[in-house]
Nanobody, 125 residues
Framework: QVQLEESGGGSVQAGGSLRLSCAVS????????MGWFRQAPGKEREGVAV????????RVADSVKGRFTISRDNAKNTLYLQMNSLKPEDTAMYYC??????????????????WGRGTQVTVSS
C-alpha cells in the first residue's frame, strides 16, 4: 500500500512560481512511475509530469514543458513539482500519484493505482 500526501498549493499571480511536494509512505516498487496530474472543473484529469527513478526517465506534458520540473528525493521520500511562469490555465487541483505504466502510457491516469487527495493551485491574471 502506498500513501501520498500533497502540499504546497496556493494562489499566485500569473508569472509566479509554486513548488508542490508529495510525501510518500508505504512500499513503492522500484519500477513505479510517480508523478503529478491535474484536474480543472469540468475537465478530465490530465498528466502533467511523471518520473521513474528506476529507469531514470521523466516525461512532461507539452502544455507545461519548459515551465514545470519534476524531481524526487528518495532519501526524503518526497516528490516535487516546481512550477514557474504560471498561467491562469494552470489553475486546477493537482494530484500526486504512483503506479505501473510504460513510457508511452505514463501520462494516462488510468494506469495509476495510488492517488493523494490533491492540492489546489489557483493562478490569477
Amino acid at each position: 500500500q502506498v500513501q501520498l500526501e500533497e502540499s504546497g498549493g496556493g494562489s499566485v499571480q500569473a508569472g509566479g512560481s509554486l513548488r508542490l511536494s508529495c510525501a510518500v509512505s508505504g512500499y513503492t516498487r522500484s519500477d513505479y512511475w510517480m508523478g503529478w496530474f491535474r484536474q480543472a472543473p469540468g475537465k478530465e484529469r490530465e498528466g502533467v509530469a511523471v518520473i521513474n527513478t528506476g529507469i531514470r526517465s521523466t516525461r512532461v506534458a507539452d502544455s507545461v514543458k519548459g515551465r514545470f520540473t519534476i524531481s524526487r528525493d528518495n532519501a526524503k521520500n518526497t516528490l516535487y513539482l516546481q512550477m514557474n511562469s504560471l498561467k491562469p490555465e494552470d489553475t486546477a487541483m493537482y494530484y500526486c500519484t504512483a503506479g505501473s505504466a510504460t513510457y508511452s502510457t505514463s501520462l494516462w491516469a488510468s494506469n495509476f493505482k495510488y492517488w493523494g487527495r490533491g492540492t489546489q493551485v489557483t493562478v490569477s491574471s
